[in-house]
């Protein structure tokens, strides 16, 4: 993405503070951003979205950073969060000042000190210095200094959403067998949030825009059972967090301070008319860490448990006005846990270097983030098998995992381990094997189980 600024054409900058709208009204961040099918970066393109593009928010799914969207076209879609803003754009003038009933973003910082408000007065800064290469060198701000230092002490981060109810999502899949009965428009937005909350990729396989997969999806949900549980060791929501969250994310549910900091650009040893590089104002990556560590637990699928204390530090490069490269970060696989051989057969023969790109251990089957100190010696495993019919579910058989942390008698992980066709990547749609390539999780809180997770094995970037 580029932002190209002539002499004498009208700029645009994010506006603070902005007339009132609706809960669900957001406007697009950038430029040329793209609509996905799904929650991950390797789901297929539907759409681009225009600088300035107003959508409303549907859901946000915060444990993968994706918010699931509408265009005012009625076309819906996932994008990530980062590019969704709560307030308008508006016009400032060649020479970037804005007009004087505009508000000031620096003071806008300050009235709500986060990352994206920093950004907003980092690219009023890049507006102000039209003359400005991509590379610098760029004056220092010293606004923008105090703001970095203020987000690199420390901040107290929302409170995320509440984890899904089992329960309640054995109830949505009986309202959309019902809808689709009745041929009700809702059917497939009722689809797409059930398949977004369990986790399955939308592929051919549960396409929520088709009958077909909009049956597969709620049949699969009605035929799972878990078993009855009572209180056991995780009692809040506030005691267990998902693998894939970040730190803003498990900050807001421990209540524990996250801080932000950032990496200077380095000074280019050729300056490039055409720089496509990375960053935004004189800043080049973002690093968000908790400020005290919470423990990281691997299970494995003997029961065993990794822990080992963790900030949940992860970086993020600010590809604001350049094109990240594509498939960037990629992994083939599971992302936390390992895979038997039977998935691996898609690669052919790229199997064996495709696995090893993987670097999740052997028995490796899931991840989460606790503040709680596990009992020692690993958990109680019991397992069940059933034998599910592929028309009305998408799987042929399927394992439930149950473990018991605290040896208490009671479970407190549930996985289910799905085997069937796989989604494939996005030239081979689904496998012609059946495959264990997906995982759910959940987790017992105070005797309910919740949707802590869920893992599928990935086949391509989509690239």
Not at 18 to 45: K, M, N, T, Y
Not at 48 to 62: D, F, G, Q
Not at 308 to 331: F, M, N, Y
Request: glycine share 8%; charged share 25%.
């Amino acid at each position: 993405m580029r932002i190209i600024a002539l002499a004498g054409v009208a700029l645009l900058i994010p506006l603070a503070q902005a007339a009132p709208a609706a809960p669900s009204q957001r406007w697009v961040d950038a430029g040329d951003v793209i609509l996905r099918a799904g929650p991950q970066s390797d789901a297929p393109a539907v759409a681009r979205l225009p600088h300035n593009s107003v959508v409303t928010l549907v859901r946000e799914e915060s444990a993968v950073g994706y918010c699931a969207i509408r265009t005012a076209d009625g076309t819906a879609g996932y994008t990530a969060c980062r590019y969704l803003m709560r307030a308008p754009v508006i016009a400032v003038d060649a020479q970037g000042k804005p007009r004087p009933e505009e508000p000031d973003p620096e003071r806008g910082f300050w009235q709500q000190p986060d990352w994206s408000n920093l950004e907003r007065y980092a690219q009023s800064l890049r507006d102000r210095n039209l003359r400005i290469k991509q590379q610098g060198p760029f004056p220092r701000s010293e606004a923008l200094e105090k703001m970095k230092a203020h987000l690199a002490r420390g901040m107290h981060a929302a409170k995320p959403a509440p984890f899904a109810d089992w329960a309640e999502l054995k109830r949505t899949g009986l309202r959309l067998r019902a809808q689709d009965k009745a041929g009700a428009e809702q059917a497939s937005e009722t689809a797409a949030g059930l398949r977004e909350q369990v986790g399955l990729s939308p592929s051919e396989l549960f396409n929520s825009d088709e009958a077909a997969g909009r049956r597969r999806l709620s049949g699969l949900i009605g035929a799972l059972e878990f078993s009855a549980v009572t209180p056991s060791l995780f009692r809040s929501e506030a005691q267990v967090a998902p693998p894939a969250s970040t730190a803003e994310q498990a900050g807001g549910r421990f209540g524990i301070k996250f801080r932000q900091q950032v990496m200077p650009r380095p000074k280019p040893a050729q300056v490039n008319e055409d720089d496509e590089s990375p960053g935004l104002y004189d800043m080049l990556s973002r690093t968000d860490a908790l400020v005290r560590p919470v423990q990281r637990v691997r299970l494995d699928r003997d029961g065993a448990l990794r822990v080992q204390p963790s900030l949940i530090s992860k970086s993020e490069t600010l590809w604001r006005h350049a094109d990240a490269p594509e498939c960037q970060g990629w992994v083939p696989g599971f992302a936390y846990g390992a895979a038997d051989a039977g998935p691996w057969r898609f690669f052919g023969k790229l199997a064996a270097a495709n696995k090893k790109e993987n670097t999740q251990p052997p028995a490796s089957l899931f991840a989460f983030y606790t503040t709680l100190d596990l009992p020692s010696g690993p958990a109680r495993v019991s397992q069940t098998r059933v034998t599910l019919e592929r028309a009305s579910t998408g799987f042929v058989k399927g394992t439930h995992l149950y473990y018991d942390l605290n040896a208490d008698g009671i479970a407190d992980l549930a996985v289910w381990e799905g085997e069937g066709k796989g989604p494939g990547d996005i030239v081979r749609r689904t496998t012609i094997t059946d495959d264990r390539w997906y995982r759910l999780v959940l987790v017992n809180i105070n005797g309910a189980w919740k949707v802590l997770g869920s893992d599928t094995f990935s086949y391509g970037c989509g690239c």
